[in-house]
């Protein structure tokens, strides 16, 4: 299961031409992950491929696609998790990796440690090899660009707390989105896995962090309960722990997880202005994906390869319940 980032907009923002654009990235995303599940591989594997997919598009705000901080550079985040293990790793803020999900994946089997920031996070990187570093330009799209124009241009957004999640309109304007991307998946040995990857918010300052690499907010996985990769405006994911909220219902609530995830998406967060959405599998196969914004991108494929794929609450379709 993968998700493309919440936000308010509509398929009418989209041409025909963008949507078959993002729906092809989308399902090349849920295939490297089924190609993993049907041959045996570990959650773990599946998550990580499908969101290499993601990063590697420039279409999302992750690696390649990533927004503009306030000073024009690139700041990424990352977290994986392991849900037969509850081991996890996470990277915040790093500048040079192509694919932070798969640092976060080194610090998680490689260092005794969960989550790495910054220059850090480049040394140990370098220290291990196998990770991919990339010049700053890499990560420039035009797109982005833009909406950094825009949201230093707008009156006060630059100053202050002046993060955005803009790409493409300004918040509570139509065409405003997160952008963040994220995978879940349950393989057949029953073991869960969840993952995240982001550029964060366009516009952002002072090595702001958001909720995806922070274990329990943005990313959460475990075999007992669920597994959760959210988008959303983070602040508010980090202090409600919404994934970890939501397995702890499962958990200890027996709430299923739609119930669960709803309650935490459309009831809590929506009490509270948190705009934002998450994916979740449950270890018999349940899938959620509860967003309280207009529109999250999001797909699943199942044992029978066939990718379902949505943009917003108009194209919902029926999703897999579990054995
Ligand atoms: N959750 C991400 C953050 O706050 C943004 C997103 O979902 O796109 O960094």
Not at 307 to 322: I, Q
Request: aromatic content about 6%; charged content about 20%; glycine content about 16%.
């Amino acid at each position: 299961v993968i998700h493309t980032g919440a936000g308010n907009f509509s398929l009418a923002d989209y041409t025909a031409g963008e949507v078959a654009e993002r729906h092809r990235a989308m399902e090349e995303a849920l295939r490297a992950g089924h190609r993993v599940l049907a041959d045996g591989g570990d959650a773990l594997d599946a998550v990580q491929a499908a969101i290499n997919v993601l990063e590697d598009s420039p279409l999302f705000n992750a690696g390649r696609g990533a927004v503009f901080t306030h000073e024009g550079t690139h700041e990424l985040d990352a977290a994986i998790m392991d849900g037969r293990t509850r081991n996890a790793g996470a990277v915040a803020g790093v500048k040079h990796v192509r694919n932070p999900i798969d640092l976060a994946r080194l610090v998680m089997e490689r260092s005794p440690h969960v989550m790495l920031a910054g220059e850090g996070a480049e040394a140990f990187a370098k220290e291990q090899g196998g990770i991919t570093f990339v010049d700053q330009d890499y990560f420039y799209t035009e797109r982005r660009w833009r909406s950094l124009q825009r949201a230093l241009g707008r009156p006060g957004g630059g100053e202050q707390a002046g993060a955005s999640y803009d790409d493409g309109g300004a918040r509570g304007e139509p065409a405003w989105k997160f952008g963040t991307v994220g995978a879940v998946a349950l393989d057949r040995h029953g073991n869960l896995a969840a993952g995240t990857s982001t550029g964060g918010m366009t516009n952002k300052r002072f090595g702001r962090i958001g909720d995806a690499p922070i274990i329990g907010a943005g990313t959460f996985a475990d075999n007992q309960s669920c597994a959760v990769s959210a988008t959303g405006h983070g602040e508010f994911f980090i202090r409600w722990t919404v994934a970890a909220d939501i397995c702890a219902r499962v958990r200890y609530q027996g709430a299923t997880l739609s119930d669960a995830a709803d309650a935490v998406i459309n009831g809590v967060l929506r009490e509270v202005g948190g705009d934002g959405g998450v994916i979740a599998m449950d270890r018999h196969g349940n899938v959620a994906m509860p967003f309280n914004t207009t529109g999250m991108g999001r797909g699943y494929m199942g044992p029978d390869g066939v990718a379902v794929l949505m943009l917003t609450h108009e194209d919902a379709r029926p999703l897999p319940t579990g054995r």
